[in-house]
């Protein structure tokens, strides 16, 4: 198993920075000018994360693209890109999750608590520092330190987030490319491990 996670992990460090060289070049490159590339990683990462905390989890991949720019957006305003390590710490605590949830489900029935689930615990954080960080519409009480705290920790939940999430949808999406990688795809890299 240990293998297999380095490989999942390494797999998901290149694909996210391919998803921030994107980022960079259709959402956060609108000018040279690095004021204005400043205010548009702001702007995509507080429109997003607006999305993000106020929407239900689903189970048909809908908060992929806002998900994956808060992360994008997030790392950029930090100045940081998530390393293979950081990856594997994710995938593994996912994984890790996911069996006790799954464990713990006829226990916490019996005893009157709704069973959750892992993409709900770590939707949950994510939502919290978000909120926390002053990127959304709701007030935070944080100072600007510990406002910058707050978003390094939505990228380390919303990494989370993004691995329990893809587990929990559904199917191939209707006119998906075979070569996408994307939600489903990332399902398909975690699900084998998740056994």
């Known amino acids: 198993m240990e ?7 390494e797999t998901m460090t290149a694909w996210f920075r391919e998803v921030l060289h994107l980022c960079d070049q259709v959402f956060f490159g609108i000018s040279t000018d690095e004021r204005h590339r400043k205010a548009a990683v702001l702007n995509v990462l507080t429109h997003n994360a607006k999305i993000l905390v106020t929407s239900d989890i689903d189970r048909d991949g809908e908060l992929f693209l806002p998900l994956c720019l808060v992360l994008a957006s997030a790392c950029r305003r930090l100045d940081v890109e998530p390393s293979a390590g950081q990856w594997r710490a994710a995938v593994e605590n996912v994984l890790h999750l996911e069996l006790k949830l799954r464990t713990a489900a006829q226990s ?3 005893m009157g608590l709704s069973p959750t689930t892992s993409a709900a615990v770590f939707k949950q954080h994510t939502d919290e520092v978000l909120v926390n960080a002053g990127v959304t519409d709701r007030p935070t009480i944080l100072d600007q330190h510990n406002r910058l705290l707050s978003l390094g920790l939505a990228v380390n939940w919303g990494m989370r987030f993004l691995l329990a999430y893809a ?16 939600l489903p795809w990332i399902r398909g890299l975690l699900a084998p491990l998740a056994r």
Do not use: F, I, N
Not at 3 to 9: D, E
Not at 176 to 181: I, K
């Open 3 to 9: 293998g297999s996670t380095k490989r999942a992990a």
């Open 108 to 110: 916490l029935s019996s």
């Open 167 to 182: 587990l929990e949808t559904v199917g191939e999406q209707a006119g998906r490319p075979a070569d996408a990688r994307d």
